[in-house]
Nanobody, 120 residues
Framework: QSQLVESGGGLVQAGGSLRISCSAS????????MGWYRQAPGNQRELVAL???????VYADSVKGRFIISRDNAKNTVYLQMNSLKPEDTAVYYC??????????????WGQGTQVTVSS
């Protein structure tokens, strides 16, 4: 029952850039990996990028080299800088706080999502 608030979604032309943000509480921010998933029509929710408390990052192959995940510890905020956007990037982007439990199980808290639409 965490509160994650996304912002910065919108409409952008193909080839353009957009930065979306996710604000969390200090407790959530410091005790979880933070990241972004997205869900496009007809698709399952998929991992876009993840950043751990130690700064390690993971990116989906489809966004590697174009997207950058970062964090501002002072603001308890995670960012996703999206460059060279493509129409196939159109999706609802969800912020997540992810904790790894015993036996590798994951526990995720989710934001409400922010719509990113890339026009051709």
């Amino acid at each position: 029952q965490s509160q994650l608030v996304e912002s910065g979604g919108g409409l952008v032309q193909a080839g353009g850039s957009l930065r979306i943000s996710c604000s969390a509480s200090r407790t959530i921010f410091s005790s979880n990996a933070m990241g972004w998933y997205r869900q496009a029509p007809g698709n399952q929710r998929e991992l876009v990028a993840l950043i751990t408390s130690s700064g390690s990052t993971v990116y989906a192959d489809s966004v590697k080299g174009r997207f950058i995940i970062s964090r501002d510890n002072a603001k308890n905020t995670v960012y996703l800088q999206m460059n060279s956007l493509k129409p196939e990037d159109t999706a609802v982007y969800y912020c997540t706080a992810e904790t790894t439990l015993s036996f590798g199980a994951k526990r995720n808290s989710w934001g409400q999502g922010t719509q990113v639409t890339v026009s051709s």
